[in-house]
């Protein structure tokens, strides 16, 4: 397959508590609601004729039952790349209480203390997008909202920080590949009842 050929299925777990509620969450290690499973049931049908050369997982549980939930557990390789974004002292907390101490506070332009920076995030998802791209066929991912939004940021060639332009739905379909030689999001947040990809 021509590499401008080569298409990515990015995938965020289906809905938990907290991202039901807005608060982040990278390493509290949540189930998936009964929403968040039938989100992840709904991948299945749009997702399950296709050969992936490979399929890239978080290792968190909400992360792992979408996969399986979506039919490709036995065909995933779990990588510490794909974790959340480390919030760390605010992990649990939701924007509006994190701008109560840190007004304009955003995680892609603001510092996360006891966390990660957006440069060690961008250098994950840069690993990942290496080895889908040595693969030279179409791949699937499956984890996190703001890991996948640096994802995509970075698959276009852009700072991590560009993330914040990509709003991330729970257990949405999105695809990444290329125009001509250039990068792009193909798909990005699309409904999946009676979904076909061409």
């Avoid at 508590?17 to 049931?41: F, V």
């Avoid at 997702?47 to 290792?59: A, G, N």
């Avoid at 007004?103 to 080895?131: L, N």
Wanted: aromatic share 10%; proline share 6%.
């Amino acid at each position: 397959m021509p590499r401008n050929a080569q298409r990515v299925a990015v995938c965020r777990h289906g809905a938990t508590e907290w991202s039901k509620n807005g608060r982040h969450t990278s390493k509290t290690d949540l189930m998936l609601t009964p929403d968040g499973e039938l989100e992840a049931r709904k991948l299945r049908p749009a997702l399950t004729w296709w050969d992936f050369s490979k399929v890239f997982c978080s290792p968190l549980q909400r992360a792992r039952r979408t996969c399986e939930l979506a039919g490709f557990s036995d065909q995933a390789e779990i990588t510490d790349d794909l974790l959340e974004w480390d919030y760390g002292d605010y992990e649990g907390l939701t924007t509006p209480e994190i701008r109560k101490k840190d007004p304009g506070w955003t995680v892609f332009s603001h510092p996360v203390p006891g966390g990660e920076d957006a440069d060690a995030v961008s250098a994950r998802c840069d690993r990942v997008i290496q080895k889908i791209r040595e693969t030279g066929g179409d791949c699937a991912v499956f984890a996190h909202g703001h890991i996948l939004r640096v994802f995509t940021a970075r698959w276009l060639g852009l700072p991590a920080m560009e993330g914040r332009h990509f709003i991330l739905g729970t257990g949405t379909l999105n695809i990444l590949s290329y125009e001509h030689e250039s990068p792009a999001v193909k798909v990005w947040n699309a409904p999946l009842v009676g979904y076909e990809v061409d």
